[in-house]
């Protein structure tokens, strides 16, 4: 009786849809956070594939996976800016349209340089999809709710780090239709055209109450700097280092000096810089802002030279690489949840320290390893390592933007949780800028197997101590986060949290 009675209430059944519809909006925003996660770690998987098939030299190798990052940073904080100004489900479908036209692009590539276009494009699109993933969830799901929903977040996050390369070796080893490494990418088709319908259904539209304007002239000199300073990064090398390679490097400096006249003068003028300058005010901010960047780096030289040790130097199959992989991501997850829960409320700081003297001691066994066995090394004698490295960034990922953000005005929180991610980013697209120097500058020209499988060997090991450093350098840092970052009241979580949340894994 009272179940009929109140089905046939309207306002209650009006309820139900409305419940019913938000879990729909969820499942597909949190599709579309997966759908970048694993783009983002699919692609590493496959790259010998795509140079093997293209042609590709390696300057254009580093440019498709830098000029996904590159773009991805670039456009992080206009597309969440442009997301409260027009409206956050309006810019998510324009998003998830944009990158699954992109992802067609990529997978139809008919050579190198429309694979690296495709790739930019690919980028700039999930630049504009991701910020509003979390603005949507803030702007849909009560305060009560939202612990359950970051939850599964945490969840769609560490799926996407195990999964990524293994999906990628996966396609690629299957060689469907006879594709070659082309199916990484056509797979977000279907994924993406599912998405773009179902989120014009079942997500609500909203906007910021005062949004602020957007800063055009702050993203084209952050652009402008990072290409000024990459571009002769990744092709000096394969040029011979023409003069003026040096002079657009040292050009950058200035243009980044003058983005930092410009960003005083547009906060002084109205208020809506793209860049926050007085964060850096902030000890613990500028020291994180720092952690972030050199992070980012050493990951991005990291991630493309080891698949590259993997399946060229080693001559590897695939799936063999992505498999190798696996103990380092469950390390990282495993880890991330023991830091935030158990280990930083208790030794703050020292955490995040003994996270990164844990990934250099993974390193030098690492290291140590590659030499003593060589060419013959296997799988399994790679797993020590790999689970040490592991346990180490996942000391360090999850509680970072906690103590980056404990001493930030409120007010700032967003911004300061913005510019953090796309700090990262740029570090990313920078160290694997890098590669054509720390990497490809130790390997010989005009190599033969199995002269060039050892220079990929020798060079791999090369590479490990430059990362290496990077750690000494950012455990040093470290020293000027607090020693115990601000606990937040217990059941709140800002947004600056939840737009960490959905990229603290993504170098993986």
Request: hydrophobic share 55%; charged share 10%.
């Amino acid at each position: 009786m009272t179940s009929t009675a109140t089905s046939s209430n309207p306002e209650t059944a009006a309820s139900a849809a409305a419940d019913r519809r938000r879990w729909f909006a969820l499942a597909i925003v949190m599709t579309a956070a997966f759908m970048d996660l694993v783009d983002v770690t699919i692609v590493n998987i496959a790259i010998p594939s795509i140079q093997k098939d293209t042609g590709a030299s390696f300057s254009s190798i580093q440019w498709i996976t830098a000029g996904y990052a590159l773009a991805f940073a670039a456009g992080l904080i206009t597309g969440g800016r442009l997301g409260d100004i027009h409206g956050r489900k309006k810019l998510f479908l324009l998003g998830i349209g944009g990158f699954t036209l992109a992802s067609a692009l990529c997978g139809f590539a008919a050579n190198p340089e429309m694979l690296v276009a495709s790739r930019i494009l690919q980028g700039a699109m999930a630049a504009m999809m991701v910020p509003q993933v979390l603005s949507i969830v803030h702007a849909t799901f009560p305060a009560h709710e939202r612990g359950k929903v970051f939850g599964l977040f945490g969840a769609v996050v560490g799926l996407g780090a195990v999964s990524g390369p293994l999906l990628g070796a996966l396609l690629t080893e299957w060689n469907l239709f006879g594709l070659e490494w082309r199916p990484i990418f056509l797979i977000n088709l279907p994924v993406g055209i599912a998405g773009l319908i179902l989120g014009t259904k079942f997500i609500s539209e909203s906007k910021a109450p005062r949004a602020l304007k957007l800063d055009l002239v702050g993203v084209v000199l952050v652009t402008l700097g990072l290409l000024m300073l990459l571009y002769p990064l990744t092709r000096g090398r394969e040029l011979g280092w023409p003069l003026w390679g040096y002079l657009s490097m040292a050009g950058s400096v200035l243009v980044f000096g003058g983005l930092i006249a410009y960003e005083r003068m547009k906060a002084r003028r109205d208020g809506s810089p793209l860049i926050e300058l007085s964060l850096f005010k902030v000890k613990s901010f500028a020291a994180g802002i720092a952690v972030q960047a050199t992070f980012g780096v050493g990951l991005g030289i990291f991630f493309l030279v080891w698949t590259l040790y993997m399946q060229i130097g080693l001559g590897w199959s695939a799936l063999r690489a992505g498999l190798t992989g696996v103990p380092f991501s469950i390390a990282v997850s495993v880890a991330a949840g023991l830091s935030v829960q158990k280990l930083v409320p208790r030794f703050g700081r020292k955490v995040l320290q003994a996270g990164a003297l844990t990934m250099v001691a993974g390193l030098l066994i690492y290291i140590w390893e590659a030499d003593h066995y060589g060419m013959a090394i296997a799988s399994w004698q790679m797993a020590l390592p790999l689970v040490v490295m592991g346990l180490g960034m996942g000391l360090i990922v999850a509680p970072l933007t906690d103590a980056v953000l404990s001493e930030v005005p409120k007010e700032h929180s967003g911004s300061a949780s913005g510019l953090i991610n796309t700090v990262q980013q740029m570090g990313n697209a920078l160290g694997l800028g890098l590669v054509s120097v720390v990497f490809f500058g130790s390997i010989g020209d005009g190599l033969v197997p199995p002269q060039l499988n050892q220079a990929f060997a020798d060079g791999f090991e090369h590479s490990l101590w430059y990362v290496a450093g990077v750690l000494a350098v950012i455990f040093v840092v470290m020293f000027a986060l607090p020693a115990r970052p601000q606990q937040h009241v217990e059941g709140a979580i800002d947004e600056a949290e939840l737009l960490d949340l959905t990229k603290s894994a993504q170098p993986v």
